[in-house]
């Protein structure tokens, strides 16, 4: 969160919102900041984060998990750029294909884009903002530009970009017309939440577990079966 507050320079903290069941009151929150739009971080359990992007208060609304988390203070790379100045935004072409796509582009321009009216930004252009799409998943990378250097990701016209971070997987859940709720318009049906994933996990455990004890009776079975009886003439002497 606060990597993204530094981000972007046109954002407003808010305070924590417990609340989970009734997300429609961040609408009079984002009201009273004279906000249009609204980012909201959902952690469900400790291995689970969402990310909300709404356009406030009529939507329309998508949900990301959020996959890969990569913070400034864990990256440490060697870029930087200055504190306030406007990003450039560069989507790949593949999302301007689909009309959820399109839907999801003009929220994610809305919320790390910076608008003109924004007096904390500095008006300079140092540093891109690519959101890729790999997996079905949107790829968040900040890139600094700098002059041609060695080592670059990228370098055009003299031109070079150095990856400064941070840097963060969305994985698209479900788009839905109002803001934070409303009739679902899309749905990413090759989702599995973490909960899910562990469940199928414990689930193959516990079949793993099940075929090695009806291997073991198996096994029994097969030597009970296996032995022979003894002849009378060995018996001659039991007694």
């Not at 609340?19 to 959902?42: G, M, R, V, W």
């Not at 560069?90 to 009216?117: C, I, N, R, W, Y």
Request: charged content about 25%; hydrophobic content about 35%.
């Amino acid at each position: 969160m606060n990597d993204l507050h530094l981000i972007l320079p046109h954002s407003k903290r808010e305070s924590k919102f417990d609340d989970k069941s009734s997300l429609f009151q961040l609408n009079e929150l984002a009201e009273l900041n004279s906000c249009t739009h609204t980012l909201f971080l959902e952690t469900r359990k400790p291995d689970d984060l969402y990310l909300w992007l709404a356009k406030c208060p009529s939507g329309p609304s998508v949900r990301f998990h959020v996959e890969n988390i990569h913070t400034l203070d864990e990256l440490a790379f060697a870029g930087n750029c200055m504190i306030g100045s406007r990003p450039l935004l560069s989507f790949d072409s593949s999302l301007s294909q689909s009309e959820h796509g399109k839907v999801m582009q003009d929220l994610l321009t809305a919320v790390f884009g910076t608008p003109l009216s924004c007096r904390k930004a500095r008006p300079y252009y140092d540093h891109v903002f690519q959101f890729g799409v790999a997996d079905g998943r949107i790829w968040f990378r900040n890139y600094q530009i700098v002059d041609n250097i060695e080592g670059a990701q990228l370098q055009v016209n003299g031109m070079s970009l150095v990856e400064i971070g941070p840097r963060f997987v969305l994985n698209p859940v479900k788009l839905f017309a109002g803001s934070f709720g409303g009739a679902t318009i899309w749905s990413n049906e090759n989702f599995k939440s973490s909960a899910s994933i562990r469940a199928d996990s414990k689930r193959s455990m516990a079949g793993l577990h099940m075929k090695r004890v009806v291997s073991h009776e198996n096994t029994n079975t097969r030597k009970q079966q296996s032995q022979i009886d003894r002849s009378d003439l060995e018996k001659v002497f039991d007694n």
